[in-house]
């Protein structure tokens, strides 16, 4: 694997440029062991098609999405007031996210508070790069293996995002297979809404296992996501059904990232 | 002249009856705050008039289109009924001659079709037992609710067919009164067992089945407001108002923002009136919008929200059909303290909730939209469970210790996990 190049937004204002986009990395791509190599995997893309990007490295804080879906609307426009001060303060024009969460809250919840982007979820940049042939993804590790696509919410039904990850996979030779409930109908994988934060109320199951369990009866290859938060549920209810060795979870950054051996 | 005016009696009635109950619902709704909703008409014809959420389940969808189409255009023939009623004519659009024929005819197919999909509902329901259908939150008068509407229905519909086949009976007698009119695509497999009946009996059997249809639609017609059915009127002005915006963006709290942007921006000029500070979040129906009323009223329980939740299908108790029921419930119940109370509510120590909402139904939600993109009507209960969340979190600070674990972590740490600030490009560094 190559080195990866990133530079943040004060190395770039200290060197008088500006970056044609910003990566709003989020605090799972920056925390999280198993999300991080999903933000590597998004960094080696962008280094491959050579586009000037920044990151806001220490200087980005959490977007307050899991703060707002709490209910602590406060702490949320604290943290939305402090973010949109750093990123007006670098005259931010578009940002590319690697989390659907930080992608719907920065693109639908900071304009009402003096924030407005062009925001896209990195799935998207990815279809776009190969539609304008910047990227190739034919023909790689991908060929011919069985994928089924997990549709984040935030994502899918939030934003009506279903079609740019589905694409991306098609790109790769991959076998694309559609769980009973996808796209406007999917499930949830039981993250969202701040359930990632706290134990599920009394029940008969798992979300997660009864989302992981639908996609391993089409006995994929690769559980493929498009949300840290989802990887981390699917991972787990995967390795509930003891079939981690079969089907792997991974993001379409990790995808796109492996079919080009970057 | 009599029964004219009988029927003048009944009309008037159950107008201002209806006229009453309904201005009641309006007045309940309007309890709500306001709220600025852009109306927006092809949303409505789409998806209330044109059914477009439906066609997602193609059983209910083909079933439900039967009752409803036959219901609107039914309803035309109703109109003959009323001219006939007042003017005590007898189908009195008959001078249309051929296409008149064709109207009942058709009109006949349309009320099989409907007494078929009910019929087929009712075995759904009580037979079938098809999940969403038959879950706890229906125990009771939800229950009963459904099963009252399918039998109307049917029974209305059989008065039809009855109705017609006594009417052709007397026309084949050549009956002075009945002048041939009209065709009988269905109601003709009924008129061979009639023959054996005199005139007296006959005319007695139209007659009672026509004030029978008539009745049924006046007592319908009012028992709408006290019913699930409403949503045969209120799924018009409710997919009207629907929310246009992304489903993943939530509201923006004015009054939030008047505290927190002023420490960000001195010149900041408040939006909200400081001498009307209103409740953080919702606790009551009265803290709801008037859209979130309009929503619980619009409800016709069918259940595609509950049936499609994440943590419901998982076993817990959170049901957002169950959310909109307690909300139009705790609503009847404000508005039956105001009307006790000359106009005024009394505080009668309850609310939304608390004593029909649980916090274990508010904290289970995945905030996933199923439950809003399943609504045939665009009800969304989501909105309502986050506001609830509003109120326990800022007035109440009452949220699982979990949540409260995150929220501190996102203060000082700007991440809900406690990882140093310093720390967050480490990644660029690590294989």
Known sequence: MSTIQVKTMAEFTASGEQPDILFWVGCSGSFDDRAKKITRAIVRILNHVNIKFAILGAEESCTGDPAKRAGNEFLFQMQAMTNITTLNNYNIKKIVTGCPHCFNTLKNEYPALGGNYEVIHHTQLVQQLINEGKLKVEGGEFKGKKIVFHDPCYLGRANDVYEAPREVIQNLDADLAEMKRSRAKGLCCGAGGAQMFKEAEKGSREVNIERAEEALAENPDVIAVACPFCNTMMTDGVKHFNKETQTKVLDVAELVAGANNL | ?431
Not at chain 2, 84 to 108: K, M
């Open chain 2, 1 to 431: 002249m009599i029964s004219s005016g009988i029927f003048c009696i009944l009309l008037i009635g159950a107008s201002a009856l209806f006229y009453i109950n309904i201005k009641k619902v309006r007045r309940n709704i309007l309890l709500g705050k306001d709220v600025e909703v852009k109306g927006d008409l092809k949303t409505m014809l789409r998806v209330a008039f044109g059914q477009s959420k439906m066609a997602t389940r193609p059983i209910p969808f083909i079933l439900h289109l039967f009752v409803y189409v036959g219901f609107v255009l039914i309803n035309i023939e109703v109109l003959e009924m009323f001219v006939d009623g007042v003017f005590q004519t007898h189908r009195a659009f008959s001078f249309l001659g051929g296409f008149y024929n064709f109207l009942i005819g058709f009109f006949e197919v349309l009320a099989f079709l409907v007494t078929f999909g009910c019929a087929v509902f009712l075995i759904r329901r009580n037979i079938v037992h098809v999940k969403r259908l038959v879950m706890k939150e229906l125990n009771g008068w939800a229950k009963t609710d459904a099963n009252i509407i399918l039998c109307s229905e049917i029974i209305m519909m059989s008065a039809l067919f009855l109705m017609n086949a006594a009417d052709q009976t007397l026309q084949v007698r050549g009956n002075e009164h009945y002048t041939t009119a009209g065709s009988f695509p269905v109601s003709q497999f009924i008129a061979p067992f009639l023959t054996n009946m005199n005139d007296g009996t006959l005319i007695f059997m139209e007659r009672f089945c026509w004030w029978l249809h008539i009745v049924g639609i006046f007592g319908f017609l009012n028992y709408l407001p006290i019913s699930k059915h409403l949503h045969i009127l209120l799924a018009f002005p409710n997919t009207y108002y629907s929310n246009l915006k992304p489903k993943g963006e939530f509201s923006t709290l004015a009054s939030v923002t008047d505290v927190v942007a002023p420490n960000f921006d001195p010149a900041y000029q408040p939006q909200t009136d400081p001498n009307n500070p209103q409740r953080f979040g919702v606790k009551d129906v009265q803290d709801l919008t008037w859209k979130n009323l309009l929503d619980a009223y619009s409800c016709t329980e069918c259940g595609r929200c509950t049936s499609s939740c994440p943590q419901n299908i998982t076993g817990k108790k959170l049901s957002p059909r169950k959310i909109i029921m307690d909300t139009r419930d705790r609503l009847e119940e404000v508005g039956k303290n105001i009307d006790k109370n000359k106009g005024v509510f009394v505080d009668d120590g309850k609310a939304l909730l608390g004593d029909y909402v649980t916090h274990e139904e508010i904290w289970a939600c995945n905030t996933c939209n199923a439950c809003v993109q399943e609504c045939p009507v665009n009800i969304n209960p989501l909105e309502i469970i986050l506001e609830m969340r509003r109120y326990l979190v800022m007035e109440e600070s009452n949220s699982p210790a979990e949540l409260n674990g995150m929220f501190s972590n996102v203060e000082n740490n700007g991440a809900p996990w406690q990882f140093s600030p310093s720390d967050r490009a480490n990644w660029i560094n690590e294989q």
